[in-house]
T-cell receptor, first 113, second 111 residues
Framework: EAAVTQSPRSKVAVTGGKVTLSCHQT?????MYWYRQDTGHGLRLIHYSYVADSTEKGDIPDGYKASRPSQENFSLILELASLSQTAVYFC????????????FGEGTRLSVL | QQQVRQSPQSLTVWEGETAILNCSYE??????FPWYQQFPGEGPALLIS?????DKKEDGRFTIFFNKREKKLSLHITDSQPGDSATYFC??????????FGKGTSLTVIP
């Protein structure tokens, strides 16, 4: 069954540390996304990618980097984690044509202390 | 600027009633509107979607009504069940792969 798998499912990080969140999809989709969810803010787009080895900035990219080494894998990197980056992060994928809605993973709960 | 707005923030209905969730948007170029259902601890799951060329989309107990002129949509859940208790997100896209999400409506269905 096609899916979007995120790892880890939860993580506690220290302020100033480096955090890498990983995402793997078996949907054979071209587009992949990283969203952030905060209570009262809904989902906000951080970075996305439509092809391997290329990433694009979303609406809130500051403090985040992304990496797309292959069609299946998309990582979100926090080089210097901060308290304000405590949130739930969702990876998603879509076909990228004709307005196909993204399909989401189960999320990574990140707590920065 | 909030591109997509949802109301109410929370809604409680009795089992069997119709729940109505509202969504409005700013950008008139948005042409695709998916709705997601999210249970606690899970990712959002695509529930139903509509394109701007249509004014209604039905899937079982879930129906989207779309008013392009007023830039408004609503999701109607008929015969609401306790298992429908979740947060519902409205999203909008121009077709360039950036989907804008509302802040969600938390629905509680009382048995």
């Amino acid at each position: 069954e096609a899916a979007v798998t995120q790892s880890p499912r939860s993580k506690v990080a220290v302020t100033g540390g480096k955090v890498t969140l990983s995402c793997h999809q078996t949907n054979n989709h071209d587009y992949m996304y990283w969203y952030r969810q905060d209570t009262g803010h809904g989902l906000r787009l951080i970075h996305y990618s439509y092809v391997a080895d290329s990433t694009e900035k979303g609406d809130i990219p500051d403090g985040y980097k992304a990496s797309r080494p292959s069609q299946e894998n998309f990582s979100l990197i926090l080089e210097l984690a901060s308290l304000s980056q405590t949130a739930v992060y969702f990876c998603a994928s879509s076909e990228g044509n004709n307005n196909q809605a993204p399909l989401f993973g189960e999320g990574t709960r990140l707590s920065v202390l | 600027q909030q591109q997509v707005r949802q109301s109410p923030q929370s809604l409680t209905v009795w089992e069997g009633e119709t729940a109505i969730l509202n969504c409005s948007y700013e950008d008139s170029t948005f042409n695709y509107f998916p709705w997601y259902q999210q249970f606690p601890g899970e990712g959002p799951a695509l529930l139903i979607s509509i394109r701007s060329v249509s004014d209604k989309k039905e899937d079982g107990r879930f129906t989207i009504f779309f008013n392009k002129r007023e830039k408004k949509l609503s999701l109607h859940i008929t015969d609401s069940q306790p298992g429908d208790s979740a947060t519902y997100f409205c999203a909008a896209s121009t077709g360039y792969q950036n989907f804008y999400f509302g802040k969600g409506t938390s629905l509680t269905v009382i048995p």
